[in-house]
């Protein structure tokens, strides 16, 4: 008897220990901030309903009856913000071991307990596209995900719905990684356009063979790589390309016409101010860096003026980290817009909201705060450009996953029985910049 | 390997020579900066007008005349010191990826006398894209596993490292660390413990010698290890210590006690945890960068924002640092979040400012707007720590700067690219 | 499945081999029919009286008023309890890392042969262990009669075998090729290295295999002259996996990766069981609601004291506090893991994994230290296990028609005293003495890593040599070796200290001579030790040594 009810008590220890966060959408009333709609204006005193994690409605005087509200006075209260391009959250970044690995997916390694995806709402951020590296031509799947800290299941941070997309990757790395460090093909430009060419070459022989089997009754061998290109080939899968030189960008756009590819953003791409006028006509995106250069040759010309000239140039421009560093800080990267080069502050904010959003396909859910889109807002004391903005309240699907005043030190979710206090790391000269693009391939340098 | 080589030193001598196209040159002269808000930092915001002659800030003061000046007008704008980068690589790296352009790591273990400004590159690219800014002198050190070479501090303008030197340099020691390196240091606890107990072991047995060296009279013959720290025993120059975790930051402190070493420590990232030590043995600190990730998982997400405001309050005397090379631009924008996380705007403009001249013994020359001083200030429009904020003016000991660098070139060069489109076909 | 362990059982009895030789070192056992008379049997956790007759390995009869059948050899095991003898869900027992492998030239790492990958379901564990025949002995020392074997090696090691674990090599194996074995282990430097490039490459594999299947239906079907399909093979041996007709046992290792596998499992649609389960502190829920049977792993974290009780120590600062009070808080939810499944009435079983179950005792006691019910643990490793490895018509309780596998103490097993004094397996029985001396808790103030030269006094003069002692986990690896062949030291594994005696030994073989030696250290200090090696027959000689070098 004395045993059953022990038993209970483990069971509640542990249930009350579970899903603390379970809940993955809720209602919150936000009251009297400055709105930054990003699509619609600035909208002073106004408030904000949120229902069911939806935006139910903008307007002034709002109340609702048993809700969650939020004092946002003297408070601007913007979209979460997206960042197109981020490692964060995932327990692999590059199956490096080929220069084409499509059929690779990081969205079999969320890592909810990862406190870099705490620190990136602590800085705003509501979602993040979680990427492959860039040691391969053709990477893996990547996987957009929603910050939803303190859910432990990794299917609740998948968003759903949201279409899927891929890495490339051209350049140095992929040449370092394949040609230098294994000796086999690519290691040249040359060599990464070939590889392209013979994966969309080999994709449209196994849909042709596919469609065949039909008649035969015999399955041609499966290949989750073919059929992962097959999928580009069709238009669901939207690449997101590694890419820094000018030629190497107008090359891909070449080899995507040739084979009636049209979804492509290419990131970093960081002369990509020297082809604007190539990329707005192909329609391509550009994401890049505020002001990082110099950590490579690739990267010796680059220009932090270069968002400002991709925008002046109608290129659909975002700024993003690839770093669990600037995640943590993307609007102050928005800001430095204004000082190289003379983005309005909508403008400026377009790049961290809206325009990513429209990079992953989800500017229909996210990126602006509108009715019926997801209730995923970020209020912060001070403008958000302004590099005295602090975030107040991170909020996702109408859930406040962040909120400064209710923020202990540690908030790790995963706790090793085995550690006895949280390792320390060192700081060293680029270890803030280590952990992008490249992780997982064998270099401690500051390589994206 | 050679031919790769030679296409790398040839790329990067075609990028020293774009540097050379630079269509304006720094001047030198007599100027009067016309009613600005002036920010001195040891004397409070004036209003006014500051002659600059030569190299020096000739008089500060209402409606100055000047014969011959050249007049520049300032109404609405303010005028800062230049700012002061406490620790970065400025000048010794250029590409980080290839080993060849850095020079700031020399082989060995006991290399104190390698001199950063022996390898400071005055036509590095990121010199120009750094001043204008508003940073117009750097500390920059040497890396190494523990007596790293001596840091210099110099100022971003010159054709010589000579020209460039700020007249401060102090020798680099790695304290001997118990922290991880990086999440791909995956040695036991019990290994980190041996790995720092040998490196102790080291350093003490090195320090010995030193010691001993520095009582030595007469002709101590070619010994330029000893050499380069002699001053240091003797107490009459600062070490350079860099260390972050906190029983890290408590052994060094013991150890500059024990040995009646004055030191700076730079790094600090734990110095929060034990600032009441840090204060009460008065060891000025240079934290940094303060963008940069928490050092542990269990710590706030805020903690290296607030690290520099918690160390000042606590009395240590505080500058910042980048550690960057080719983004030292940002240093404001590090000072920046360090005021607004708890250090306030004017202890942060002190941080980047006077307080590094103090650290480094050039107060007299540098870190304020005085009368007597070296011309290192610079004019906007605003909240210098603003990303909005504009820099229309930088001088550097007087030297005139043009607002320009290859990246503001290839911005006037591609905004309205031409041909655009047109010659495709 | 009854059916055909049962036939194959009989097949393996009944087997009649003439060998070449004899030996008259041995006798034949005139029956295989025993008895045990006014035995405790524990089921349900009460033990009753009760007299039990085994037959050519089955459980002939249990009951109170049952004799001795004429044929029957009683065996000593009066006043003693009785118990299933224990199930292991999944080991690498005697499975080693094949060696003088050639070294295959890989040029492309991206496409790596499924060998070199670690892609090797088609391998069969019984083949591996038939090559290495290993000894059963230190699995059923700790209670085990029966265990899954599987290789250890690749994402795909391979199919597992059922072992019945005798000594007797025609008798082990009863059902072969039941199951696959799976696992995230990425191979070095070629495809798949990651977690993702493994989930993707277990996606091809099995999509592959069903392919082939549909493809081999289709020929079947058709007359036209088409080409016979084939596959490589790996994607073969998956077949069975794809009808349903093997389970796929796989140990996801790390907590996430427990979620990896379900997905997997849930994607693709074959039968999953996951084994060496030890940590998934917040997801328990997450994974129960797939009902997928578990196996935990019987490897625990190193005790945490609750409280330093040290005035001396330092001020401990409120931050300090608070870390500790989380990590002893998931400290304790680790170990109530079992104790919530059974909470929650989840059966679970254990599996051994690499480990042999040395602690198995100890480690169960801690579990029902956190709240596991003894029942609960007896389950896990009887009954439950037999289920999961769906035998439980012929294992996993002392029942009538079963296996005779049962595990013998001369007290309730969780009782501290209490030994194993015998155990049957089938048709063999292997009774064990009480050892004399208790285990000691290793004294924790030696350090006795290092290597040691000794010196033996022999009748023949003084032998000498060194003494390599290695810490492995709680246990030490000794390496003995001769100053005449320094190079070729014999190697015992998993020696434990106690109190200060390492008690080890092995056999030396010379020109068909074997002399059995066994070594008993007493540390004086972490510096100096003596004791005495007894060489077989021929007695006891001292022993003594000194450190000569500590490990860096």
């Not at chain 2, 000046?69 to 400025?90: L, N």
């Not at chain 2, 050499?227 to 350079?240: C, F, H, I, R, T």
């Not at chain 3, 040029?107 to 070199?116: A, Q, T």
Request: glycine fraction near 8%; proline fraction near 4%; charge should be negative.
């Amino acid at each position: 008897m004395q045993q059953r009810s022990r038993l209970y008590l483990i069971a509640s220890i542990i249930a009350l220990t579970l899903q603390v966060f379970g809940q993955s959408t809720g209602d919150i009333l936000i009251k009297n901030g400055t709105v930054i709609t990003i699509e619609d204006g600035i909208k002073e005193q106004t408030d904000i309903l949120i229902r069911n994690g939806k935006i139910s409605q903008i307007g002034e005087g709002l109340s609702a009856s048993n809700i969650t509200e939020i004092d946002a006075e003297g408070m601007y209260v913007m979209p979460g913000i997206v960042d197109a391009h981020s490692h964060i959250g995932i327990d692999a970044v590059n199956e490096a071991t080929n220069p084409v690995t499509a059929e690779v997916w990081v969205g079999d390694a969320i890592n909810p307990f990862d406190v870099g995806l705490y620190r990136a709402l602590a800085g705003g951020v509501t979602i993040s596209h979680a990427m492959h590296g860039s040691a391969n031509a053709i990477g893996g799947q990547c996987e957009t995900i929603k910050h939803r800290w303190g859910d432990l299941d990794p299917e609740n941070w998948r968003m759903k719905d949201a279409p899927r997309t891929i890495k490339f990757a051209l350049g140095e790395n992929p040449m370092r990684v394949h040609g230098e460090g294994k000796n086999v093909a690519p290691r040249t430009r040359m060599g990464i356009e070939q590889e392209f060419r013979r994966s969309f070459a080999a994709a449209k022989e196994y849909k042709a063979k596919k469609a065949k089997a039909g008649t035969t009754g015999q399955m041609p061998e499966y290949s989750l790589r073919l059929e992962t290109l097959a999928d580009i080939l069709d238009g669901k899968i939207i690449i997101h390309c590694h890419s820094y030189r000018a030629d190497e960008i107008l090359m891909l756009m070449n080899v995507l016409e040739d084979y009636g590819v049209d979804k492509i953003c290419f990131q970093h791409v960081n002369e990509g101010f020297k082809v604007a006028p190539e990329l707005a006509e192909f329609g391509a995106y550009a994401s890049v860096f505020s002001d990082w250069w110099a950590y490579k040759f690739e990267v010796y010309y680059s220009t932090a003026y270069n968002a400002t000239i991709l925008t002046r140039n109608n290129v659909i421009t975002s700024i993003n980290s690839d770093s669990r560093e600037l995640i943590r800080h993307l609007y102050h990267e928005a800001a430095k817009t204004q000082r190289y080069g003379d983005l309005t502050d909508n403008e400026a904010l377009k790049l961290i909201t809206i325009n990513p959003a429209i990079q992953l396909g989800i500017d229909d859910r996210v990126g602006s705060i509108k009715v019926g889109k997801d209730g995923d807002i970020v209020i912060f004391k001070g403008h958000p450009l302004s590099i005295y903005g602090t975030p107040q309240y991170t909020i996702v699907d109408g859930v406040v996953r962040f909120d400064i005043n209710e923020d202990p030190d540690d908030i790790r979710v995963d706790v090793d029985p085995t550690v006895e206090i949280p390792a320390f790391y060192e700081q060293s000269v680029y270890d803030h910049e280590a952990e992008g693009c490249m992780q997982g391939v064998s270099t401690h340098s500051h390589q994206h | 390997m050679n031919y790769k080589l030679h296409i790398i030193i040839a790329l990067l001598l075609s990028s020293i020579a774009l540097v050379g196209q630079q269509v304006q040159k720094s001047t030198l002269g007599s100027v009067v900066l016309k009613n600005a808000e002036i920010y001195t930092i040891t004397n409070g915001v004036i209003t006014g007008d500051i002659h600059i002659d030569n190299n020096d800030i000739k008089a500060i003061g209402r409606d100055l005349q000047v014969q011959d000046a050249t007049e520049i007008d300032c109404t609405g704008k303010r005028i800062y010191p230049g700012f002061v980068d406490s620790g970065c690589k400025i000048g010794l790296a250029e590409i980080s990826s290839i080993s060849l352009t850095k020079d700031f790591n020399e082989i060995g273990t006991f290399t104190p006398h390698m001199r950063a400004l022996t390898a400071v590159n005055p036509s590095s690219v990121h010199i120009p894209i750094t001043r204008v800014n508003g940073v117009t002198s750097a500390l920059t050190y040497p890396e190494g596993s523990l007596f790293a070479g001596k840091a210099a501090l110099i100022h971003l303008q010159g054709y010589t490292p000579d020209q460039m030197s700020g007249g401060f340099e102090a020798g680099v020691l790695k304290w001997p660390a118990s922290g991880r390196r990086g999440r791909w240091d995956r040695r036991s606890d019990e290994d980190i413990e041996k790995d720092k107990k040998k490196a102790l072991t080291k350093l003490n047995g090195f320090w010995k010698n030193v010691k001993v060296y520095s009582e030595l009279d007469g002709d101590k013959g070619y010994n330029p290890q000893m050499e380069a720290l002699e001053s240091v025993a003797n107490g009459d120059e600062p070490l350079l210590i860099e260390v972050n975790k906190k029983e890290d930051i408590l052994a060094a402190l013991a150890w500059v006690n024990e040995e009646g070493v004055k030191a700076i420590f730079t790094g600090v990232s734990e110095g929060w945890r034990v600032a009441d030590s840090l204060a009460k043995y008065d060891i000025p600190a240079i934290v940094g960068p303060i963008l940069q990730n928490p050092s542990r998982a269990s710590d706030s997400y805020d903690a290296p924002y607030k690290n520099a405001g918690l160390l000042q309050q606590a009395g240590v005397l505080v500058a910042i640092r980048t550690t960057e090379s080719e983004n030292v631009r940002n240093l404001p924008f590090n000072a920046g979040f360090a005021a607004n996380y708890g250090m306030g705007v004017e202890e942060a403009l002190k941080a980047i400012t006077i307080n590094p001249a103090k650290i480094f013994g050039v107060d007299d020359k540098v870190g304020s707007i005085e009368e007597g001083k070296s011309a290192n200030l610079f004019v906007c429009d605003g909240d210098p720590f603003e990303m909005k904020t504009r820099i229309s003016h930088v001088f550097i000991n007087g030297w005139n700067i043009p607002i320009e660098s290859r990246q503001t070139l290839l911005y006037d060069e591609y905004l309205n690219r031409d041909p655009g489109l047109e010659l495709k076909d | 499945m009854k059916q055909i362990i049962l036939t194959v059982v009989c097949f393996l009895f009944l087997q009649i081999i003439l060998k070449g030789q004899v030996d008259y070192d041995k006798y034949p056992q005139v029956s295989s029919s025993y008895f045990l008379q006014d035995v405790y049997l524990v089921e349900d956790g009460t033990p009753k009286m009760t007299n039990i007759h085994l037959n050519d390995g089955f459980i002939v009869q249990v009951g109170k008023s049952l004799k001795r059948p004429k044929g029957a050899i009683q065996l000593e095991a009066d006043s003693m309890y009785v118990y299933p003898a224990f199930i292991d869900v999944l080991s690498h027992y005697g499975i080693k890392k094949s060696e003088n492998k050639e070294k295959v030239e890989i040029k492309f790492p991206g496409m790596p042969p499924d060998k070199e990958a670690g892609i090797t379901p088609d391998l069969s564990a019984q083949d591996l262990i038939a090559s290495s025949t290993p000894d059963f002995s230190k699995l059923r020392d700790n209670g085990y009669a029966i265990s899954q074997i599987a290789n250890k090696y690749g994402m795909l090691p391979g199919s597992t075998t059922i072992a019945l674990l005798v000594d007797d090599k025609s008798k082990r194996v009863f059902t072969d090729k039941t199951n696959q074995f799976g696992q995230f282990e990425a191979a070095s430097g070629i495809y798949p290295a990651t977690i993702i490039g493994i989930m993707a490459k277990f996606r091809d594999l099995y999509r592959n295999a069903e392919v082939l299947k549909k493809n081999k239906d289709t020929y079947s079907r058709s007359s036209a002259n088409a080409q016979m399909p084939s596959s490589s093979d790996a994607i073969e041996a998956l077949v069975p996996l794809t009808l349903k007709q093997q389970t796929m046992y796989f140990y996801p290792e790390k907590k996430l990766n427990t979620l990896r596998a379900i997905r997997l499992k849930k994607e693709l649609g074959f039968n999953m069981n996951l084994v060496g389960i030890e940590d998934i502190a917040g997801l328990e829920d997450l994974i129960l609601k797939e009902n997928i049977p578990l196996a935990l792993s019987i490897a625990l974290p190193k005790e945490i004291k609750e409280e330093k009780q040290d005035s001396t120590a330092q001020e401990v600062s409120e931050e300090v506090k608070a870390l500790t009070e989380r990590r002893m808080k998931a400290y304790k939810q680790r170990m109530s893991l079992a104790s919530y499944l059974e909470s929650k009435s989840v059966p679970f079983a254990f599996s051994l994994g690499s480990d042999t179950g040395n602690d198995l005792k100890k480690n169960l006691k801690r579990l029902i230290d956190s709240g596991l019910t003894e029942q609960g643990a007896i389950d896990a490793l009887t009954i439950n296990a037999a289920t999961m490895l769906g035998i439980a018509d012929v294992a996993g309780s002392v029942t009538k028609g079963k296996f005779s596998n049962l595990m013998i103490t001369d007290a309730p097993y969780f009782d501290e005293k209490s030994n194993i004094r015998m155990m049957v397996v089938g048709s063999e029985t292997y009774e064990y003495e009480v050892k004399t001396k208790e285990d000691k808790p290793a004294d924790e103030s030696l350090a006795i890593e290092g290597v040691w030269d000794f010196s033996l006094d022999t009748p023949g003069g003084k032998e000498t040599g060194t003494i390599k002692i290695e810490k492995v986990g709680d246990s030490y690896t000794i390496y003995t070796a001769s100053s005449d062949d320094p190079s070729d030291p014999e190697i015992n594994e998993d020696v434990s200290l106690s109190g200060n005696t390492l008690e080890y030994g092995f056999d030396m073989t010379d020109d068909g001579f074997t002399m059995p030696l066994s070594f008993s250290l007493q540390f004086t200090d972490s510096e100096t030790m003596g004791g005495s090696v007894s060489l077989g027959e021929y007695g006891a000689f001292p022993i003594s040594a000194n450190k000569v070098s500590s490990p860096e």
